[in-house]
């Protein structure tokens, strides 16, 4: 039934270290979110993207529509960005607009 | 104020009763949008309002949860005759634009909703 899957699930990495997420989503879709969630909940919105590349700071989202994938980056990894990663695709059925959510990467740096 | 909040923050029910959660989003959003998290996944859609008018309320999960939005701004999400398999964290999040538009949606705190 997934129509967004991430991987990897969980990452575990050293501070400093180059970080990849994946994502891949089964419909078409008018664009595609990536969101931070700290433990507590709260849902911080990184990016929305419908085509190419978008930078912010170390963090970086690409997508292929053609392939319809995505993959989040995160350049000179820190503790700080310990959190889950949710990848969300927003498409349109009957007329209104839906976001539908991967299960989340849990991503754990080290220092 | 500056972002979506919800209250309360953590509830607690005791199997059988009925829960009230709150969504105040972001003045002057017209779309608003429920989910629910189960521990360990991603969030599922429940409902969606476009000001006061619920126009999906596909992902409610059963006749027990009902959602409004009466006056365009604050919303309630009720569940009646709470079951377990109801705890979950519900998030709400609103965005500035309707309908077609890929608006980015602003998510709030989430309540956690804990049925024993």
């Known amino acids: 039934k997934n129509e967004v899957e991430q991987s990897p699930q969980n990452l575990t990495a050293q501070e400093g270290e180059f970080i990849t997420i994946n994502c891949s989503y089964s419909v078409g879709i008018s664009a595609l979110h990536w969101l931070q969630q700290h433990p507590g909940g709260g849902i911080v919105s990184l990016f929305m993207l419908s085509s190419g590349k978008k930078k912010h700071g170390r963090l970086i989202a690409t997508i292929n529509i053609q392939e319809k994938h995505s993959s989040l980056h995160i350049t000179a990894s820190h503790p700080r960005d310990s959190a889950v990663y949710i990848c969300a695709v927003r498409f349109r059925i009957q007329g209104a607009q839906k976001l539908v959510f991967g299960q989340g990467t849990r991503l754990t740096i080290n220092p | 104020g500056a972002g979506v909040s919800q209250s309360p923050r953590y509830k607690v029910a005791k199997r059988g009763q009925d829960v009230a959660l709150r969504c105040d989003p972001i003045?002057?959003?017209?779309?608003l949008f429920w989910y629910q998290q189960a521990l360990g996944q991603g969030p599922e859609f429940l409902t969606y309002f476009q000001n006061e008018a619920q126009l999906d309320k596909s992902g409610l999960p059963s006749d027990r949860f009902f959602a409004e939005r009466p006056e365009g701004s604050v919303s309630t999400l009720k569940i009646q005759r709470t079951q377990q398999e109801d705890s979950a964290v519900y998030l709400c999040?609103?965005?500035?634009?309707?309908?077609?538009?890929?608006?980015?949606?602003?998510f709030g705190p989430g309540t956690r909703l804990t049925v024993t």
């Open positions: 999040a609103s965005s500035l634009g309707a309908g077609h538009s890929a608006y980015e949606q602003y």
């Open positions: 003045s002057g959003h017209v779309s």
